[in-house]
């Protein structure tokens, strides 16, 4: 008997109106449009209005994934929602997006991976559904990043942006043979303090801000996010030459080329939105998804790997048949 795979139904997304370009960072903090474009290949971000919350992001980003799906909220049963910038201490942010949406029924909670949070979020509703502890899944990576920034500190203000991206997740139907084929997680706690915010409910009774040790990152990030591809191909049984689209976190440009160029992945079928979107932590994933299933190029039948690599520091890879 083959096991019953989760396929993924839809995407939908959602970025703020405002867009700030690193031209007016550089009104803000002494750095230049060159220096931005040049370390990371951001070319603009988008940031949430005031008022506008991570909750808003979110339900936004999940209508339009229940709209593509041909769905309305009453057919999912489980909500999922990979943040690191809550509206609140709690209750969940996913939680918030439930009653945004109007359900009453199912169970909603939140997934803290920082960067990995949606390859996270994937693998747990993958299991949920797997189990029979849901039917269908709302799985949302949703970050208002731009909220924990220190804008005097251009070695970190210049990197994030705010945004939204959802999925449906669904069990095959009979005849489907596609979905979520392999995920693997990992994390190493030791890691923690070179990737932070210098505050939070406990320690400071504050939100803090975040703090990065920029090239630490870097020197991790490389082998990290390779270790985890080759793993899921491993044990998929696959090989680097069978991808079709590799959708990588967008942190950084550099960081997006290095892991390509050891893998031997030609760049176009790497999805890449980072200069526009900039990074945009949990969202990041599910908005590259969305761009590259929007304009055509993700389709039906193709492999797909997803990974990302951020705070903890946490890391993860996921195959996807679409
Ligand atoms: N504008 C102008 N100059 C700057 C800026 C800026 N925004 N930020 C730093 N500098 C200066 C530094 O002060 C330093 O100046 P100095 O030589 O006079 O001391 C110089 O630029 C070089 O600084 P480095 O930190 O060595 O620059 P580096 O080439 O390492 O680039 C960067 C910095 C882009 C952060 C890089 O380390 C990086 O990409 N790290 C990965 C981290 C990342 O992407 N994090 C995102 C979150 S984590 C994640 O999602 C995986």
């Known amino acids: ?128 559904l797997k189990n029979g502890l849901a039917k269908r899944a709302l799985v949302i990576g949703a970050e208002t990043a731009t909220r924990i920034l220190d804008w005097n500190d251009r070695t970190t203000c210049v990197l994030f942006g705010d945004g939204a991206g959802a999925v449906i997740m669904d069990h095959a139907k009979a005849g489907e043979d596609r979905g979520v084929l392999a995920t693997s997680l990992r994390s190493d706690g030791h890691y923690w303090n070179k990737l932070y915010t210098d505050g939070g409910p406990s320690s400071t009774r504050s939100m803090g801000h975040v703090r990065m040790e920029g090239r630490e990152v870097f020197k991790h990030a490389v ?18 030459d069978d991808l079709d689209w590799f959708v990588p976190h967008q942190a950084n440009k550099r960081i997006i080329d290095g892991a390509g160029q050891k ?43 997803i990974e990302a690599m951020g705070g903890g520091f946490t890391w993860g890879a996921s195959l996807i048949r679409w």
């Open 223 to 240: 082998g990290m996010i390779t270790d985890v591809v080759y793993k899921v191909l491993e044990d998929t049984g696959h090989t680097i």
């Open 1 to 128: 008997m083959t096991e019953k795979k989760s396929i993924i139904r839809s995407v939908g997304a959602y970025l703020p109106a405002r867009v700030m370009t690193n031209d007016e960072l550089a009104k803000l903090v002494d750095t230049s449009d060159e220096w931005i474009q040049q370390r990371t290949g951001i070319k603009q971000r988008h940031v949430a209005a005031e008022g506008e919350n991570t909750s808003d992001l979110a339900a936004a980003a999940g209508r339009k994934a229940l709209e593509n799906a041909g769905m309305d909220i009453a057919d999912v049963d489980l909500i999922v929602v990979a943040t690191t910038t809550p509206d609140m201490t709690f209750p969940a942010t996913a939680a918030v997006v439930q009653q945004k949406l109007g359900m009453h029924h199912g169970a909603a909670f939140d997934i803290q991976a920082v960067c990995s949070g949606f390859v996270y979020a994937v693998a747990t509703a993958d299991s949920y």
């Open 263 to 305: 893998l031997g992945l030609p760049p176009e079928k790497v999805v890449v939105t980072v200069d526009r979107h900039a990074n945009t932590s949990a969202a990041s994933v599910p908005l590259a998804l969305h761009t590259a299933v929007t304009d055509g190029r993700i389709k039906r039948g193709d492999l797909v790997m």
